[in-house]
């Protein structure tokens, strides 16, 4: 049936060529993000057809350019691209138009007879995996915060809302990861609880939750630089998944437990130095490390590694040392459990050791039942054991 549009308006025109087999699951996929854009403010209509040879066209009708990208920015439908590429198409193009004029013929008005009435079609949920929605979500909302970062470019600084404590702000990119979250992580599964970091309080539920770092790194990213990003895990009693993305390096993380980590889809596998003084390692310095901690754990660590540096972000210092950049990171006090439950897991599943840092002892294992953390990620167990040999050596 050809839609009655009204002009001017857009048009998003998707060209594309389908892959073989996935009949049933490509239809209902279609089916179900017609039914979401048909709920978003302007969208106009959509029409579609496709030949036996399986060449496609889809237009979709939006009032204005906003309404179209904020349909584009849509979490649920980055979702379907994502499952799009990987199982649907084997080539597409969108192309994106103004309608100026529009003008044609009827048939049916033309004789007398009625329009031929549609029927709607339900739409039926498509599942995709966890770790890609969560891949998706991430890679939706670091996008946006990193247009706003650049848009900002001028005065980063006027991004900054309020300061939150001692070495933390609070972001305008901040409140709108948060915001984004809540929303799409309940269409995600309602059923389970949210630890943010921006909520107004934090308790770890008991069974599975969703712990995320809307903005790691929120210093780097009020000053323009590169060095932060945007962290999601779920746990249940140990974290299960995991992805962060930073989005000036366009690197994507994700690990499931028990199936490795990946780096934009390629797997890492640790290996680094075993020896400290050739090490080159990563610390957080910031105002609550006391002289004691700095003494106990930084002190011994940075003396002896071959250098030392400091990244102001826990994603950042997680991808630097999955590339093999840097051969340990510590963080041993300030921390929180939404700066660790991703970047634990995914150093743990490259086979990395991720262990435990707190005021009075080093060396045990992560615990995921309190919000307060320090850590000790190490690119391997021989390197490790010399950490914790040089923080008993003083």
């Known amino acids: 049936m050809v839609s009655e549009i009204p002009v001017p308006c857009h048009a998003v025109v998707f060209a594309s060529r389908r892959t073989a087999g996935h009949a049933p699951e490509y239809a209902q996929a279609a089916h179900r993000l017609e039914a979401r854009a048909r709920t978003f403010p302007g969208f106009l209509g959509l029409e579609s057809a496709r030949d036996a040879e399986g060449f496609g066209l889809t237009v979709s009708y939006w009032r204005t350019e906003r309404d179209l990208m904020a349909w584009k920015a849509d979490a649920v439908h980055t979702l379907a691209q994502v499952a799009g590429r990987e199982r649907f198409y084997a080539a597409y193009e969108v192309r994106v138009a103004r309608v100026e004029r529009v003008y044609g013929y009827r048939a049916s008005e033309a004789e007398g007879l009625p329009a031929a009435a549609s029927t709607p079609t339900p739409a039926p949920t498509l599942e995709i995996a966890l770790i890609d929605r969560l891949a998706a979500l991430a890679r939706t909302i670091g996008d946006e915060m990193l247009a706003m970062q650049q848009a900002a470019a001028a005065e980063p600084k006027g991004l900054v809302l309020r300061r939150k404590g001692p070495g933390d702000l609070v972001t305008l990119a901040d409140e709108y990861s948060h915001r984004e979250l809540v929303k799409c992580l309940a269409e995600i599964d309602p059923s389970l609880p949210l630890v943010l970091e921006e909520s107004a ?39 299960t998944h995991g992805v962060f993305y930073l989005p000036v390096h366009g690197a994507m993380v994700t690990a499931v437990r028990g199936e490795g980590c990946r780096i934009n889809g390629v797997p890492v596998h640790l290996s680094g130095v075993e020896r400290l003084t050739d090490a080159v390692a990563s610390c957080e310095l910031n105002p609550h490390h006391h002289l004691k901690l700095r003494r106990r754990y930084i002190d011994p660590l940075t003396v002896a590694a071959l250098t030392t540096t400091v990244p102001a972000c826990s994603v950042d210092a997680a991808l630097e040392l999955l590339r093999g950049r840097t051969d340990l990171y510590l963080n041993c006090r300030g921390a929180k459990i939404w700066d660790f439950a991703a970047t634990a897991l995914a150093v743990t599943e490259a086979g990395g050791t991720a262990l435990a840092i707190t005021d009075d002892a080093a060396g045990a294992d992560l615990r995921w039942d309190a919000v307060e953390m320090g850590v000790l990620y190490v690119a391997n167990r021989i390197l490790a054991d010399e950490c914790l040999a040089a923080f008993e050596a003083l």
Do not use: M, Q
């Open 201 to 239: 309080a934090h308790e770890i539920p008991k069974g599975a939750f969703f712990v995320c770092d809307e903005l790691d790194g929120t210093i780097n990213y009020s000053r323009g630089r590169p060095g932060w990003g945007i962290s999601l895990a779920r746990v249940d009693g140990v974290p």
